[in-house]
């Protein structure tokens, strides 16, 4: 159960992470009140949070591609 929750953390998506870096909040702050506000909203903003992850993961995409000397051989 330890190496889950360690990988969750430290390998998913890290949209929680992100937000709490830009805006100077411990992420731990930021995922407590996305789980309050999920069961609030009946899980609304999961699909929020999806769609972040998926921008990220392509601004990384995007990001290597450019520094990878071999992808111009």
């Known amino acids: 159960m330890k190496h889950l929750k360690n990988f969750i953390e430290?390998?998913?998506?890290?949209?929680?992470?992100?937000?709490?870096?830009?805006?100077?909040?411990?992420?731990?702050?930021i995922r407590m009140w996305f789980i309050y506000i999920s069961f609030l909203t009946l899980g609304s903003p999961i699909i929020l949070y999806m769609i972040a992850a998926f921008f990220m993961n392509i601004k990384r995409y995007v990001f290597a591609a450019r520094r990878n000397p071999l992808r111009y051989l």
Request: aromatic content about 10%.
């Open 10 to 29: 430290w390998q998913a998506f890290g949209v929680c992470s992100a937000i709490g870096e830009k805006l100077g909040i411990a992420t731990s702050r």
